[in-house]
């Protein structure tokens, strides 16, 4: 039998944590199968407990842009430990890194750490509604904010999977002030402050979505979105827990020429350590404890293992063509997997920017969630499970981004659109 250890360890993870897993999307449901179990990882591979080698591409779902257990992070990390790791005490590494991240992301002016997009996001929302003295907030169809209560409604990600846009345990009343618009639909954004005059804090959206699978802005939906905002002295807040760092040095922001009043941060700023940052405008940041009146706390907020994971990954994504190499690297593997389905004559579309790709199961331009959720779920479980075959570890989740690391080789994409022209040969 296969994956034996794999079984044995999901058999005892059942019996003393929920669903065995500590993240839904993990569990493989909605590929249908049992999980495997990592027992290690290197560069661009991950190693199963069973000694199964797969070629990663769901890189711990962003963070790990370097590859895994890169030498460079690593002997920071070995070199931090002799340290003691973790003082609830201020740090010069805490500063470091935040001066970092508002060099690069200048709209950042003041920046807090915490430990989790979650964190980030569930924070800066609450900066929002203390700062605005508004209730009500604006997110998208299918965009992903962590699991606050706020935002599980027709949430993203692990929701979409299994189908149950809004949470058990979200009190109706708190849900009610959550307004849901189709991504890329400005005109619905528009309405819904007309329909709530001067009640609505905030508008947060993910730049480039990667919670439905990966879907781009149109052109001027961003833009508008600011636009919106500051005539209706609402905050915009860009999630860039994905994009921030993964597209470019810095945030997505910069490419689409858009400022937002507060941004979050996570995955790539911590390195695979437990990271998350929120931070924006001076005027709207200093409203939060000590200096002002909105609470936000944490005992591990800048941890100094994390914060020296963190910078010794930016470190690295400092240098000189680095996201060029990333992006030409997903563009070569995209465009090959474009000329294997088009030979094929099958239904799939692929939506790309930098290093973050996914391959959807549909015909049509998938630009929102509903046109997201007409994919063959099916089709993309069958296909996930012979890629996996094949050695090559995709989400398992039609609904998230496949990610590309500096440590990905030629010879790992070749061996990809080897196992993909053998998963498409089974499927149609
Ligand atoms: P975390 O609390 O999981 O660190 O971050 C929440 C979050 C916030 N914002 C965006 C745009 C995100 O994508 C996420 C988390 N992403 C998911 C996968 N797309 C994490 C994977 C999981 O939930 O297991």
């Known amino acids: 039998m296969k994956n034996v250890k794999s079984k044995r360890l999901f058999a005892e993870a059942k019996k003393v944590i929920p669903g065995g897993v500590n993240s839904p999307v993990r569990a493989f449901r909605a590929v249908g199968l049992e999980p495997l179990f990592v027992s290690k990882a290197r560069g661009s591979k991950v190693y199963d407990a069973d000694g199964g080698i797969y070629i990663d591409y769901v890189s711990s779902w962003g963070p790990m842009i370097l590859g895994h257990a890169n030498r460079h992070v690593r002997k920071a990390m070995s070199r931090a430990l002799s340290r003691g790791w973790s003082y609830g005490a201020a740090t010069e590494l805490e500063v470091r890194l935040a001066q970092k991240i508002s060099k690069a992301i200048p709209s950042m002016e003041l920046v807090r750490m915490v430990s989790s997009g979650t964190e980030a996001a569930m924070s800066a929302l609450r900066v929002a509604r203390g700062f605005t003295g508004r209730d009500k907030i604006i997110k998208f169809e299918g965009c992903y904010h962590g699991h606050a209560d706020s935002f599980l409604v027709k949430a993203g990600s692990g929701a979409i999977t299994f189908g149950v846009p809004d949470s058990a345990g979200v009190p109706q009343p708190l849900a009610a002030i959550t307004l849901v618009a ?226 990905h080789s030629r010879k790992d994409v070749e061996n990809t659109l080897k196992a993909a022209v053998d998963a498409l040969d089974a499927l149609f």
């Open 182 to 407: 189709p991504y890329n639909d400005l005109e619905a954004v528009s309405t819904l402050f007309h329909q709530n005059p001067s009640q609505i804090a905030c508008v947060i959206v993910e730049p480039v979505a990667g919670n439905m699978g990966v879907v781009l802005p149109r052109q001027g939906f961003l833009k508008g979105l600011e636009e919106i905002c500051h005539n209706n002295s609402a905050l915009l807040i860009f999630d860039e827990v994905i994009t921030g760092f993964r597209l470019i040095y810095g945030g997505g922001q910069k490419i689409f020429d858009v400022t937002p009043d507060l941004t979050c941060l996570g995955k790539v700023i911590g390195g695979g350590m437990p990271v998350g940052a929120y931070g924006g405008r001076r005027e709207v940041m200093e409203k939060i404890a000590p200096l002002g009146p909105i609470y936000q706390a944490g005992t591990l907020s800048g941890n100094p293992l994390a914060m020296t994971c963190g910078l010794a990954t930016l470190e690295l994504l400092q240098q000189k063509g680095v996201y060029k190499k990333l992006e030409l690297m997903t563009k070569g593997l995209c465009q090959g997997l474009e000329d294997l389905v088009s030979q094929k004559g099958v239904q799939v579309r692929i939506n790309q920017i930098g290093s973050m790709f996914t391959l959807f199961f549909t015909g049509e331009e998938v630009f929102d969630y509903g046109s997201a959720k007409k994919s063959d779920t099916n089709q993309y479980a069958k296909y996930f499970q012979r890629m996996l075959q094949a050695g090559v570890w995709l989400p398992p989740s039609q609904f998230e981004a496949c990610f590309i690391s500096l440590a």
